[in-house]
């Protein structure tokens, strides 16, 4: 080879180390990060490494050891649930294959050595390398950088809805426990009721009928709070298995009672643009689009030239006359190698990229459509929770309790019976029980909103095409 040869070859092998990708240090998370950060203020991270693990776990029993706030919680399971750190180890599978995709194909070196009659030997070696692949190298570098990019942002939704689920999980483990004390508060006061109306049977002050009615009032609030004991324990570990915890974390404490209804509710103007802007899903689905109209174009350039190949070859020639002298010849050539598209023309492949990238669009436009609606509801529904359970607080409840108070003072007037003064009883209970739920409702409906305003619903799944030529060999000689 010449020394002009040699440069040439070198200065190649250089611009295609150049364009290869590079590992990233932390594994492709800083834009994870600072989008979760700058959507909800909260710090999420992979845990690579033994000191990563023991930071995270200091970090966690630090905030298990405080009565748990919402978001502590959110904190808790951005650093402690292992399905999120298994998302966040699919993004790395998905650096490791962008940076698989920018390298060049390695060549194939071959070496033989024939004999043949007459005193006739023959050694050779053959260096092959795949041109097609070789020179879609930047097409398909830039397509994997893009797939790369897009799973960036499902690992950002992923976060963010793992986020939403622990605020309502959280809300409604509190939730529970609050109506738990509440029917233990009035099965109390029933308890005593039914204590004191069966002193009074004995003495004869009280008919049966009264008793009995004191009794299954005090027994139908007995099963109550066995449900919600039931419920209680159920929203609980909803709630742990969403934290990620487990064994003595389980002991953690949560707040005895919901957070208060705000002074007014929030007035958001132009929700479906907000939507449109923020949602996570929608960004995903247009990164898809961009690739798949990448990967439409490349499988249309390559339709006719699924394989091509050069060889560069050397042979030495060594041959041996009668008078048992040798002559020995040195030959060098280049063959090119390639399938003929006979029988597979390509079409399917092309047909497939096509329809891949139009169900990408429809399915852009679909979900477009429904955020705009999601985004709707969820704001309606909003403010229609507020305004609720603002009315439990300030109208129906303060009445029931002025209600049950005259009932009270007409009772002990002898003016009505205990059937009424249980009646009105299970009234207030309900009426409670009924701002409580108004309560819970309304901080799901916060987190409903803030779902519709940057995740959505379920990401979509992927629709980008395998544009890597198909991994046929042609054998080549010389």
């Not at 939403?164 to 508060?185: G, S, W």
């Not at 709070?225 to 742990?240: D, I, P, W, Y």
């Not at 079409?347 to 609606?373: F, G, P």
Request: hydrophobic share 45%; charged share 25%; net charge neutral.
């Amino acid at each position: 080879m010449s020394a002009a040869s040699k440069v040439g070859l070198t200065v190649l092998l250089g611009l295609l180390a150049a364009g290869c990708a590079k590992f990233t240090d932390d594994g492709g998370m800083a834009p994870v990060t600072d989008g979760v950060r700058k959507e909800i203020g909260k710090d999420a991270g992979k845990l690579s490494s033994p000191e990563d693990h023991r930071r995270a776990r200091e970090r966690v029993q630090t905030l298990l050891a405080e009565p748990l706030s919402e978001e502590s919680a959110v904190q808790v399971a951005l650093l402690n649930n292992r399905g999120l750190q298994a998302a966040y180890n699919d993004l790395g599978v998905s650096e490791a294959e962008y940076v698989q995709t920018s390298l060049p194909p390695n060549p194939a070196l071959t070496v033989g050595r024939n004999f043949g009659t007459g005193g006739f030997a023959e050694v050779g070696f053959q260096l092959v390398g795949n041109l097609l692949a070789l020179a879609t190298l930047p097409r398909r570098t830039e397509i994997a950088k893009r797939e790369f990019e897009e799973a960036r942002y499902r690992a950002v939704a992923t976060t963010l809805s793992l986020t939403i689920d622990v605020r309502r999980a959280y809300v409604r483990a509190i939730a529970a426990q609050q109506r738990l004390a509440l029917l233990e508060q009035s099965r109390q006061t029933a308890d005593a009721s039914a204590r004191m109306m069966k002193q009074l049977g004995e003495t004869g002050a009280a008919n049966k009928l009264d008793q009995a009615r004191v009794s299954v009032f005090y027994a139908d609030l007995s099963a109550q709070v066995a449900q919600a004991r039931l419920s209680v324990s159920g929203t609980r570990e909803a709630l742990n298995r969403l934290l990620g915890v487990w064994g003595t974390d389980l002991d953690y404490k949560l707040p005895p009672r919901l957070v208060a209804l705000p002074a007014a509710a929030d007035a958001l103007a132009n929700v479906e643009v907000e939507a449109m802007r923020r949602r996570v899903d929608l960004i995903i689905l247009r990164y898809e689009i961009v690739t798949l109209a990448k990967s439409v174009g490349f499988v249309n350039a390559t339709r006719y030239l699924s394989f091509l190949e050069l060889g560069l070859g050397y042979r030495n020639e060594v041959e041996t006359n009668d008078a048992g002298e040798q002559s020995s010849k040195n030959r060098y050539g280049l063959e090119l190698g390639i399938v003929i598209p006979i029988f597979d023309t390509g079409e399917a492949r092309t047909v497939t990229a096509r329809e891949i990238y139009m169900r990408a669009v429809n399915r852009l436009t679909e979900r477009s459509v429904n955020a705009r609606s999601e985004a709707r509801v969820a704001y309606t529904t909003y403010r229609a929770t507020y305004d609720i359970a603002r009315y439990y607080q300030t109208r129906i409840v303060p009445l029931r309790r002025q209600i049950s108070a005259e009932v009270l003072l007409r009772y002990n007037g002898m003016l009505v019976d205990v059937f009424e003064v249980l009646i009105e009883e299970r009234e207030r209970i309900a009426a409670n029980v009924a701002s409580l739920d108004a309560l819970r409702d309304y901080h799901l409906a916060v987190a409903d909103l803030q779902a519709a305003l940057i995740v959505g619903g379920t990401v979509p799944p992927s629709g980008v095409v395998n544009t890597t030529p198909p991994p046929e060999t042609l054998p080549l000689g010389i």
